[in-house]
Structures are given as structure tokens and as C-alpha cells.
């Protein structure tokens, strides 16, 4: 059977970013050479055994209360669990000196959720038939942005400035400011922070000159890596709360990607429409995720293990991934983005004779996958030929993995590089 689709139905049928790369992905490790590949595409959450020790405490905890049937048996609020938003608003007002209201606060299924919900409530075409815009300041962001608004015409990002120190090859992508307009077309502004797949973290500066040229109109930031949980920051960051800012959070790389929790915080008026959103859509957030995290966020531990082990563990990645690349990559304009945050690295091979999918290509013949840098410039209207030379490296393998997919990454560098010469 083939149905018939409409407008909104074609959109969202089809894979977006590195969705679709997945799926080439699949195919290759369920081939008969799977167990050869060190893959290093993954965006999955290394299983830490103190993380997963956190949420097995948590859940035996629920499971020996009263609560147990209420939380997992019956319906709950739109907004959230009572006590994941109590505890939420506790920490927050606790470690950031603000004063959060219940009404400030939503729990959604996933922070991708979240993005969906302020994509089609705040970008789109008005009920006048203005077409409101979804602005990502800087460009690469999140491929899953991609993917978020009925209407991709009204995504629009913005090509950066780079910040590139030659000699060390290491770079850093900044806003470009004389570029980036917030208009009456502007209908909300959306960036990572720290920002999936580069890494990079936006200033205090940089981000609250933001939030002042969007003073009219809501800034989400996708803080799904940032403090205090799962506190994926390599570099000092504060969260910015601005009155106009809404802070989008999740507990996935925090050790709960299945359960799908996201958090959002901001002005009560822009939360009210997302949660109206989001009852018709699917009423709310598993309960049994937001229940077990209330417990890890309301004892401190969630925090804490951010901290002392989830942090440390991928900060360790990157570093194997820094010194592998310094000590093998032959004398050409590679770049590694600035170790800032999240879970992965990012790499510009400046002039590369071919395109990032032929690359990509070519280094699974050596047994490595990694992610081409192309669908992470979602809303970049023109061409860029930097877009073209970027990949994506995940930190969730070995350490002893993936400094031998460096070395291959290095030897296929040098072997490109040499032939396009």
C-alpha cells in the first residue's frame, strides 16, 4: 500500500542529516566485517558503571515506595512529575540565585522533542501569512535542527568567523556579529551550548550579545551538554537565564537516553504554549524516567557524578584524540576544533582533494567510521566549500580504539593528500 501523503507528511517522511547517514551506517556494520570497524559515529552515551550504578539506586528506591503505582500507573500532569520540577527548581535557585517558580519549568519527552514543539509554535507562518524565521546564529549546529519545522524554508543559519591558530592546528568557530540579523521575521534564535558535533562553547560575551539583539523574541539554548548535569564542559561556562532565554536541557548523555527527559526553563508565557503543545501532541514525558530522576537531582548525586566521573571520562577521550592527531598527521592544514565540551571532536581537513562522504567512504576500507561533517550545517543557504571538509568523531570508544583509528584516519590523510598533490 502507498499512501497518499500531504505537505506536512512528505516533510516529515524523510530522514534529515545524519539520519540518513545512519542508515549507510547500519548496513555497513551488519556486514560480515562488523566486528572489524571501530566505529566512531555514535552518538550513544558510554553505559559509565557509577552512572548506571545512580540509576539502579534510584529505580530500587522507586520501586520499594508507595509512589510506584501512582508514578507508573496512572496519567500525570502535562507539565511533569511534581517532584522532578520541584527538584529542578530547587537546584537551580540553590546554585544559580535564581528564584524558579513551578510554572517556569516543563519536562518533555527528549530535548529533541522540545525543538519540535518551539519550531512549529514560534517559527512558521503566522495566522497573517508571515513566514517567522528559526535562527541559528552560527552554523555547524545540531543536524537534528534539520529535522524540527514543518516548514524548512524557516530555518536560517548563519556561516561563522574562524578563529584559527595555524601552528598549534587547533581552530574555533565564533559568531560573525557584522552577519547575523534578528528581525521582525525573526520568530525564536537556537543554538547548542556545548554545541553537538563541534564542541565549541559560545562566551558569556558572545551569548548575551546574542540575547540582547534577540531581546524581542525567545532564545533556546541547547544546553543538553552543559552544567550542572551531565556537565560535559571542558572550558568554564555559566548558564545565561536571561528573561527571554529558554533553557533546554536533557538527561540523555547524563546516562538516560531511553527514558527521554528533557528539561525546559523560562518565561512562564513561552511554557504555557509549549506545554498546550505538547498535551495535544502526547500528553507528557515517561514518568518513570522523571520520577528516578528526581531522585538523583534532589539528593545531589546527579550533579556530583557530572562532575567527578562523566566529565573526567570524556575529557580523557579527547585528549587521547588530541595527542594521536599531534603525534601522526602528516604536514597538512588539519584542524581540530578547541577542546570545549561534549562528546565529541571535530575536524577540518582544509583543501582536501575530495568531499567529506567520499572521505568517509574511503575510510571504512580502512576499518573506521566516523561521521561526515556536511548534514551538521543545517539553514546554511550558501555554499561553503568548509562545510565539505569537516567530520564528526565520536568519544565513546576505547581509549585504546580510537587512538588506532586516528593512526588509520592519519595514514589516509597523508595517502589523499598526496595524491590530489
Known sequence: MTPALTQFGQQMSHLTGVRAIMKDIIETLQSGQSADFINLSAGNPVILP?????????????????????VVCRYGSSRGYEPLIEAIRVDFNQRYGLSLQAENILITPGSQSLYFLAANAFGGYTTAGQLKEIILPLSPDYTGYGGVSLYPEA????????????????????????????????????????????GNVLTDSEVKRITSLAANVPVFIDSAYAPPFPALNFTEMTPVLTPNVVHGMSLSKAGLPGERVGIALGDAAIIRVLESFQTNLCIHSSRYGQAIAAKA????????????????????????????LDETMPDVPWYLHRAEGSIFAWLWLQDLPMDDQTFYQALKQYGVIIVPGSPFFPGLRDDWEHKHQCFRISLTDTAERLAIAIRRLATLTQKVYGQGS
Do not use: M
Open 50 to 70: 557509577e552512572v548506571e550504578q545512580l540509576w539502579r539506586d534510584c529505580t530500587a528506591e522507586l520501586l520499594a515506595s508507595s509512589d510506584y503505582g501512582e
Open 297 to 324: 537531582i534532589a539528593s545531589g548525586a546527579l550533579g556530583e557524578i557530572s562532575q567527578a566521573v562523566i566529565r573526567p571520562h570524556y575529557r580523557q577521550k579527547f585528549a587521547v584524540i588530541e595527542a594521536t
Open 155 to 198: 530555518l536560517r543559519a548563519y556561516q561563522p568567523t574562524l578563529d584559527v591558530d595555524a601552528a598549534a592546528h587547533r581552530f574555533k568557530y565564533r559568531p560573525d556579529f557584522s552577519q547575523l540579523a534578528i528581525t521582525e521575521q525573526t520568530g525564536f534564535v537556537l543554538f547548542s551550548r556545548p554545541c553537538n558535533p563541534t
